[in-house]
């Protein structure tokens, strides 16, 4: 018989209005790695935070066996003490206090009530050896990047005797480097006898690191999948993710370029902390009305700064260039400005720029575009859900109501509400940044297909992705930036990962012949 090491049995979750899980049943096998996968809003999170004790006992229906005993978590504390750790895909870390202090905040190493700080700092940075991160252990938690602050979160939960462990989404703001140290340190856990749960939109990692998948749609179980026995593909995974299958990535799409709709001429942003830095240097672009141009860039590229310093200098000191819209020049100082001039920007962080996440759809939806709801200085509700709800069917937004909480939408959902929030602002070019981090597969297809629309709406679309094979599939044109330096530009048709990966490593400026110049 198969040692399982946590059993969770006909497991029913529901909130008001809403069944986020509807009698799913997992099963997970003692030393393994098991991947859970689904899209946004399948219930993946929901299941662990049931398994967690972040939805105590009583909340749900069902039962869960943990090492062979049934169990009733009524809050994390419970489920700590048997093991069970949780990292979820915000990181819970207080970026004032050090590594050590963060590792063993509610968990002191304490004589006669006072904290061992020897003993504290010592143990810190025993763990902190073992997930492989060579940190003081003093330093405070703000000085170190996001791939070292996921390794603290495991160290944290090692210091916490931890048997089961689970992350949600731990490489969804990782670059390759980081996410490649951070899965090679979860088959270390493994081998040590650490069992993992594991929740991902990245297929690829999935498949590289898992030894069981698990996949959920719609709060239902759909299946499990033995990694050795099974045969696995991605194609798979996606179709019983989102209950078709999806023989394209990316939906067809012929383009119908027309004029030019915005030129950036010798632009040069330097960052507002560091005197003097350049973080975008003489960048030239060409966007045209219904066509999709992409911006390649390795992190720290300066792909964010240079939107950003464009959309009303939001971002950036000492900017210089010019801007040309529709061939006329004009001056964007500021964001009101480019609103006005028709530019809209989408923010690559939804939740803390892009959305009042304790605000309701309808609220969010008209936030850009107020002026044409007013009536003599006031809104119009009315209209303004009127307006809402046509965005809410036409978006296909999963909630109820326009009246639903912007913040308790899936990742999916949250960024088609930013999206008609400037699409209401009905600007002439669209700057995307990172349109479908952090949502699944499906969703990534609907965004696409509202992309293509936009564009045939004679829209000009600028996206920003760090993944090359999205560039490749939805864009007409691509520049690729490296060191803040437009370095070259690839048509569709001439495009690769390994020529895109070429222009992105360099650190001048040049003109790539045969790339293609910009359509006139």
């Not at 905040?105 to 061992?116: C, F, H, V």
């Not at 309808?362 to 307006?387: I, P, Q, Y």
């Not at 490749?472 to 690839?490: P, Q």
């Amino acid at each position: 018989m198969t040692d399982h090491i946590l059993q969770m049995r006909g497991i029913t979750k529901t909130f008001p209005g809403v069944a986020a899980l509807s009698d799913v049943s997992l099963s997970v096998r003692r030393g393994e790695i098991h991947a859970i996968c689904g899209e946004n809003g399948a219930g993946k999170s929901t299941l662990m935070k049931v398994l967690s004790g972040v939805y105590p006992h009583g909340s749900y229906d069902g039962e869960i066996v943990f090492d062979g005993e049934p169990s009733e978590f009524h809050g994390i504390r419970d489920s700590e003490r048997r093991g069970i750790v949780i990292i979820h895909q915000e990181l819970a870390l207080c970026p004032q206090l050090s590594i050590a202090e963060n590792m063993f905040l509610g968990n002191e190493r304490a004589t006669r009530g006072l904290i061992d700080w020897h003993r504290t700092n010592h143990e810190a940075g025993r763990l902190l050896a073992r997930v492989g991160l060579r940190e003081n252990p003093v330093t405070p938690v703000l000085d170190i990047g996001v791939g070292k602050q996921q390794l603290v979160e495991i160290a944290k939960a090692l210091s916490k005797e931890v048997r089961l462990l689970i992350l949600d989404e731990p490489t969804a703001a990782l670059n390759d480097e980081d996410s490649a140290h951070l899965l090679n340190l979860l088959r270390g856990l493994r081998d040590e006898g650490i069992t993992c749960v594991i929740i991902s939109h990245k297929l690829n990692e999935v498949a590289a690191i898992a030894d069981s998948i698990t996949i959920l749609r719609d709060g239902r179980l759909v299946e499990t999948l033995d990694m050795a026995a099974d045969t696995v593909t991605e194609e798979r995974i996606i179709a019983g993710m989102v209950g078709r299958d999806l023989d394209h990535r990316f939906p067809p799409h012929k383009s119908r370029i027309g004029d030019e709709a915005l030129r950036i001429e010798d632009w040069t942003v330097h960052s507002p902390t560091q005197r003097g830095r350049v973080v975008v240097s003489g960048a030239n672009l060409v966007l045209r009305r219904g066509e999709v141009v992409g911006l390649a860039g390795l992190m720290g590229a300066g792909r964010t700064e240079l939107a950003m310093s464009v959309f009303g200098r939001a971002y950036g000191t000492d900017i210089s260039g010019r801007v040309f819209k529709d061939g006329r020049e004009i001056a964007l100082h500021s964001v009101s400005d480019a609103i006005a001039h028709g530019i809209a920007y989408v923010t690559e962080d939804r939740k803390r720029y892009g959305l009042n996440l304790i605000d309701d759809i309808k609220r969010n939806v008209s936030a850009a575009g107020l002026g044409k709801l007013a009536r003599r200085g006031w809104v119009d509700g009315n209209e303004e859900f009127r307006v809402a709800d046509g965005f809410r069917r036409s978006m296909s937004i999963k909630a109820p109501s326009v009246l639903s909480v912007a913040g308790k939408l899936s990742g999916g959902n949250q960024q088609k509400v930013v999206l008609s929030k400037w699409i209401f602002a009905d600007p002439d070019v669209l700057i995307l940044d990172e349109p479908t981090r952090g949502i699944d597969v499906g969703a990534k297809y609907e965004i696409y297909t509202i992309i293509n629309r936009l564009a045939d709406e004679g829209k000009a679309v600028l996206v920003i992705s760090s993944e090359l094979p999205e560039l490749l599939g939805l864009c007409d044109r691509i520049y690729a930036l490296a060191a803040g330096r437009v370095t070259g530009e690839v048509r569709r048709a001439d495009a690769t990962q390994e020529r895109l990966m070429q222009l992105m490593t360099q650190g001048t400026q040049q003109t790539a012949q045969g790339t293609g110049a910009a359509p006139r």
